[in-house]
Nanobody, 122 residues
Framework: QVQLVESGGGSVQAGGSLRLSCAVS????????VAWFRQAPEKERDIIAQ????????YYADSVKGRFTISHDKAKDTVYLQMDSLKPDDTGMYYC???????????????WGQGTQVTVSS
């Protein structure tokens, strides 16, 4: 079993920054890959960024490339999502997820946090 607890969401104006945290615990093998997803109202849950916790290799969706940074603090077992130059389109519920491997569709991921809301106003 893997447990994930997100924090750090909130409301910010366009152009601002937020940092989300995802505290990860549980069976190490089942959390080789950790990702952040975003779900806007009435829309599909989309992957934003992911990181392989062993190698540190990362992936970003085109919509956030150059603005968001995913990182992993091994000592704290926490994955961060630094979000800069935020836009109203970044508004949504943000979830972190973990699994043995990185998958494209949110349906394939086994472990999820409860989510944290991010609202960006223009």
């Amino acid at each position: 079993q893997v447990q994930l607890v997100e924090s750090g969401g909130g409301s910010v104006q366009a152009g601002g920054s937020l940092r989300l945290s995802c505290a990860v615990s549980g069976y190490t093998y089942s959390r080789n890959c950790v990702a952040w997803f975003r779900q806007a109202p009435e829309k599909e849950r989309d992957i934003i960024a992911q990181i392989l916790t062993g190698s540190g290799s990362t992936y970003y969706a085109d919509s956030v490339k150059g603005r968001f940074t995913i990182s992993h603090d091994k000592a704290k077992d926490t994955v961060y999502l630094q979000m800069d130059s935020l836009k109203p389109d970044d508004t949504g519920m943000y979830y972190c997820a973990a699994d043995r491997a990185c998958y494209g569709s949110w349906r394939s991921w086994s472990y999820w946090g409860q989510g944290t809301q991010v609202t960006v106003s223009s």
